[in-house]
């Protein structure tokens, strides 16, 4: 089973400015992942797929890169909506597995 | 326009079995090219996968919870089923039904709004 590690578990940020997210798989995944934008009330969104192709509709300072073992999930220009926990997830192997998410929060 | 609908009773006692339904519309199972699955997030905690079918039959259950979970098909209402039987309070979560990835190689691009679903006496 692939675990895969997020850090850091919760990252304060201004709104404006940049945030950086990271994901770890425990083996390599290759360029299969996925990452998802969780509000609370609402079902996760996925915002980006292939490691890094952002889905439909999903805003340009939403970048993503990364293969095989290490990948990043970056948004610029923070929004007060932006504000959500992120999860990543691998669909190389089954289990497909999630990392156990960041919270991205208002400094 | 794809939308998946999860049903069920929100509360199940402990040591029965807890039965929800993906009603999905827009797209027939019998004829995709996806997968179709059940994620859960327990209060508090993160997302988990809990497994994923293709119509053909082929099903894949997250190891943890494979002696107790069972997803079927219908094909003629359009709609799959998870069933967890033995249930005790850890399966207290939302229950969210998604459409997985192409031939099982993709992200879950389609979920439902998800089912609540407490574990209590």
């Known amino acids: 089973e692939i675990v895969m590690t997020q850090s850091p578990a919760t990252l304060s940020v201004s709104p404006g400015d940049r945030a950086t997210l990271s994901c770890r798989a425990s083996?390599?995944?290759?360029?299969?992942l996925a990452w998802y934008q969780h509000k609370p009330g609402q079902a996760p969104r996925l915002l980006i797929y292939?490691?890094?192709s952002r889905d439909t509709g999903i805003p340009a300072r939403f970048s993503a890169s990364g293969s095989g073992t290490e990948f990043t999930l970056t948004i610029t220009s923070l929004l007060s909506e932006d504000f959500a926990v992120y999860y990543c997830?691998?669909?190389?192997?089954?289990?497909?597995?999630f990392g156990q998410g960041t919270k991205l929060e208002i400094q | 326009q794809l939308q998946l609908q999860e049903a069920g009773p929100g509360l199940v006692k402990p040591s029965e079995t807890l039965s929800l339904t993906c009603n999905v519309s827009?797209?027939?199972?019998?004829?995709?090219?996806?997968?179709w699955g059940w994620i859960r997030q327990p209060p508090g905690k993160g997302l988990e996968w809990i497994g994923s079918?293709?119509?053909?039959?082929?099903?894949y259950y997250n190891p943890s919870l494979k002696s107790r979970v069972t997803i079927s098909i219908d094909t003629s209402k359009n709609h799959f089923s998870l069933k967890l039987t033995s249930v005790t309070a850890a399966d207290t979560a939302m229950y969210y039904c998604?459409?997985?990835?192409?031939?099982?190689?993709?992200?879950?691009?389609?979920w439902g709004q998800g089912s609540l679903v407490s574990v209590s006496s």
């Open positions: 079918f293709f119509h053909d039959g082929t099903t």
């Open positions: 998604v459409r997985d990835g192409y031939y099982g190689s993709g992200p879950f691009d389609f």
């Open positions: 997830q691998q669909y190389t192997n089954w289990p497909h597995s």
């Open positions: 083996q390599s995944v290759s360029s299969n």
């Open positions: 292939g490691a890094s």
């Open positions: 827009g797209e027939s199972i019998r004829d995709s090219d996806y997968y």
